[in-house]
T-cell receptor, first 116, second 115 residues
Framework: DAGVIQSPRHEVTEMGQEVTLRCKPI?????LFWYRQTMMRGLELLIY????????DSGMPEDRFSAKMPNASFSTLKIQPSEPRDSAVYFC??????????????FGEGSRLTVL | AQSVAQPEDQVNVAEGNPLTVKCTYS??????LFWYVQYPNRGLQFLLK??????LVKGSYGFEAEFNKSQTSFHLKKPSALVSDSALYFC?????????????FGKGTKLSVIP
């Protein structure tokens, strides 16, 4: 079992640049979540997809952030333009139908973003 | 709104001693409660969950947690700590209501097991 795969693991960019983070959920999982982790705010849910459809994007900080899930095996989180306050670790998590009912999420290793 | 409080930013315990990491929660209706562990530079890993039934739940790596409805608590415990247990521990809650999916995490507690 490959687990949730995220790329890149580390990204350093300059303010104003576009950043794209990628996620491949576990095969067969139909729910996907993007979280952001910072020291100040802890883990925050950004967006939730079910069966490739965005269900709740109320956690997306502002219009600079967008997320897509074109198919069941791929999702992207894009920040354009990036700002230093976007520096954080971004996690993707997935779960199957039974997991969504009980909350057991499977997390990727995370993408550490640094915006200079 | 649902919330989780982990009152201790850090817990230090000697190897071989019992450990407790505290968690209290607030949620509408019956809770689903979880503990996750995060090792440095890694994602969160599921440890255990309470859904219904026995208030004492057992999970991975010898950890267990006790659900106390009257105190709205779900403390994580282990009888004998190992150095390898040193990590960041997160408590999480969500409502058991139909259609509920939002998992709210606490800020995390850093556990350090001293050799």
């Amino acid at each position: 079992d490959a687990g949730v795969i995220q790329s890149p693991r580390h990204e350093v960019t300059e303010m104003g640049q576009e950043v794209t983070l990628r996620c491949k959920p576990i095969s067969g999982h139909n729910s996907l979540f993007w979280y952001r982790q910072t020291m100040m705010r802890g883990l925050e849910l950004l967006i939730y997809f079910n069966n490739n459809v965005p269900i709740d994007d109320s956690g997306m900080p502002e219009d600079r952030f967008s997320a897509k899930m074109p198919n069941a095996s791929f999702s992207t989180l894009k920040i354009q333009p990036s700002e230093p306050r976007d520096s954080a670790v971004y996690f993707c998590a997935s779960t199957g139908t039974s997991g969504a009912n009980t909350g057991e999420l499977f997390f990727g290793e995370g993408s550490r973003l640094t915006v200079l | 709104a649902q919330s989780v409080a982990q009152p201790e930013d850090q817990v230090n315990v000697a190897e071989g001693n019992p450990l407790t990491v505290k968690c209290t929660y607030s949620v509408s209706g019956n809770p689903y409660l979880f503990w996750y562990v995060q090792y440095p530079n890694r994602g969160l890993q599921f440890l255990l969950k309470y859904i219904t039934g026995d208030n004492l739940v057992k999970g991975s790596y010898g950890f267990e947690a006790e659900f106390n409805k009257s105190q709205t608590s779900f403390h994580l415990k282990k009888p004998s700590a190992l150095v390898s247990d040193s990590a960041l521990y997160f408590c999480a809650v969500r409502s058991s209501g139909a259609g509920s999916y939002q998992l709210t995490f606490g800020k995390g507690t850093k556990l350090s097991v001293i050799p």
